[in-house]
């Protein structure tokens, strides 16, 4: 029972133990030979080394990444200009025409 509630223990920190889980920690334990808590507390692991962040410069291999981005630099009203004409295009795909300009919206 004590092998039990020391596997419970363990999974504490598993984002979503289950049964599955569970069973092959005592499977394991048991192929071992483990029989009690101290059996466990015997187990020497071998000491994991962490391996570190490369230093070098890493360049993305998707190819979205891939290629040379021209960007003009457009003043205020060639930005405009550009807004305006494509949201004429989508309102004639629309059918509907642009509103003209000078406030006649409100009447």
Known sequence: ???????????VNTLNPSFTYFDSILKSWNE???????DLKNDVKPE?????VPNKDTKPNNKFHNFDQKMKN??????EKI?????EKKLNKLGIGMPKEGGDENK
């Open 74 to 79: 457009y003043s205020e009203e060639e930005l």
């Open 32 to 38: 071992k030979g483990f029989k009690t808590l101290e």
């Open 83 to 87: 807004a305006k004409q494509k949201l």
């Open 48 to 52: 994991v080394k962490k391996q570190g």
């Open 1 to 11: 029972m004590e092998m039990i509630m020391k596997c419970l223990d363990k999974s």
